[in-house]
Every structure is written in structure tokens, then in C-alpha cells.
């Protein structure tokens, strides 16, 4: 059979859970570490069924994450790779190093986007410096001297009031930005962190993809949808966030 089987898949919450979303009475055997060894991720027999077959069958297997390049490396269930997608598509590297054509892609866009960082980050910490406001922690994140994006994070356990995503939402626009809310946290992101655009870069310039080739994608999350689309099969498990849109919509 002509053509190559390749895997675009992300980590967390996709093939494998932190020990707080593990099924109850589920075991699990550990997936990834911390920085000191200690295992927080873990893989249910399903899921390890599933990934052993993929993973075996697959002639190349990308991993797409949000993790960064030194948290990739303390997931142990990964096949040997050359290629991977990381800090939320911030980077493509290679065998743990930014991939020199990314980085060739990158050296324009590095310098404005720090400059946007940078001036969206004062802008949070003058509207938020006032007394009154909710205690939010602001800092931007890099990965291989990379600048991947501001993260703002709420103190303990409380969400992000629809105030404070107004402002950032301001903020993201203000300073061509694109805002990415969780329930907790957020972040705003410069236009080269997107996962779809690296898979693309990927797919077209280093795996260069054939007509012959198949590409199946995996997530979980509605921000992994757009590089899924690149695929010519998507795949998502039943608990997930895209399944549970997907389910609304059918009702």
C-alpha cells in the first residue's frame, strides 16, 4: 500500500488524565512525570489499548500540545520522534530543539510579538493594580527563548468573572492578540502560537505530505479543532469537550 499513516495527536486529556480527572476506580498506569520524576499523568487500560494500537500501526506520530518543550520530554508513552508541536503551537522542534526551518519562519515575528506582550501585560497590570479588583497573576511565558504568550491566572479556585474576560478580551484586541479563557485562567497568544498552523507547516514543509498519505488527527478540547481539520479523519474520546458540543448540537 502506497502512502504513510500519519498521526496528529494531542497529550493531555486526550490520551492519557492527571490522577484528578482519572475514572474513579479506573486504574491507570502512569504516563507522565514532574520535573521530579513523580508521576501526575496516567493511562487507563482503555486508553492504553487504543494508543498501543495507533501508535503501532502509525509510520509517523506527531505530538500536538500545549505542553512545553522540556514537559514534552517527561512524557514517557511517546514512540521515538523527530518532530513534535509544542507549547501550544508556539514551536515545532526536533529531538528537543526549535526545527531550524520554524526557526527561520520565526525570526521576523519574534521581535513585534514580544513588543505586543510585553505592552498588553502593563496594560493588565494598570487596570488590575487598583484596589478592589480580583488578584490575577500576569506573566509571559517562553520556551527556547520563544515568547509563546502572557498567561493570567486567578489566586485558589475562582473563575474569571465576565469583568475581567471583558478586559482581557479588550486587551487582546488592542494589541492583535488572540485570547485563549479557561475557566480559571487565560491567555493571550501572538498570531504564530496556533497549533493549526504549525500542523500545517509540518505536514507541508518537513513531513512534505503526499496525496498518498493519511492523516488522522486526535484531541479533546474546542481549541484543538482547527488543526484537526487538517487531517482526513478526526478523532476525539467520548468524554471530551468537542464531544460534548458535538452532542448538544445533535440534540
Not at 526557526?103 to 488590575?128: N, T, Y
Not at 502572557?150 to 488572540?178: C, F, H, W, Y
Not at 475557566?183 to 493571550?188: K, S, T, V, W
Request: charged content about 20%; glycine content about 8%.
Amino acid at each position: 500500500m502506497n502512502g504513510r499513516l500519519i498521526l496528529l495527536t494531542d497529550l493531555d486529556d486526550t490520551l492519557f488524565h492527571s490522577e484528578r480527572k482519572r475514572p474513579e476506580g479506573v486504574s491507570g498506569t502512569a504516563a507522565a512525570v514532574n520535573a521530579h520524576g513523580a508521576p501526575i499523568s496516567y493511562q487507563c487500560p482503555r486508553q492504553q489499548r487504543l494508543w498501543t494500537a495507533l501508535s503501532s500501526i502509525a509510520d509517523v506520530v506527531v505530538p500536538v500540545t500545549g505542553r512545553t518543550s522540556y514537559a514534552l520530554e517527561r512524557v514517557g508513552i511517546l514512540p521515538p520522534r523527530s518532530v513534535a508541536v509544542v507549547s501550544h503551537g508556539a514551536l515545532v522542534i526536533n529531538a528537543g530543539e526549535l526545527h531550524p526551518l520554524w526557526r527561520d519562519r520565526l525570526a521576523a515575528e519574534i521581535p513585534g510579538a514580544l513588543g505586543q506582550l510585553e505592552k498588553a501585560h502593563a496594560d493588565l497590570v494598570s487596570r488590575f493594580s487598583a484596589g478592589g479588583q480580583p488578584p490575577l497573576t500576569f506573566r509571559v511565558l517562553e520556551d527556547l527563548s520563544v515568547p509563546v504568550y502572557l498567561s493570567i491566572k486567578g489566586k485558589g479556585d475562582m473563575p474569571l468573572d465576565a469583568t475581567v474576560q471583558q478586559a482581557l478580551a479588550e486587551v487582546a484586541r488592542v494589541n492583535d492578540l488572540t485570547l485563549h479563557l479557561n475557566e480559571r485562567n487565560a491567555a493571550l497568544r501572538p498570531r504564530y502560537t496556533r497549533k493549526d498552523e504549525a500542523c500545517r507547516f509540518v505536514l507541508e514543509r518537513i513531513l512534505q505530505r503526499q496525496p498518498e498519505d493519511t492523516v488522522i488527527t486526535f484531541g479533546d478540547s474546542l481549541s484543538d479543532m482547527p488543526f484537526m481539520g487538517g487531517g482526513d479523519v478526526a478523532m476525539t474520546p467520548t468524554n471530551s469537550q468537542i464531544w460534548n458540543s458535538i452532542k448538544e448540537l445533535a440534540q
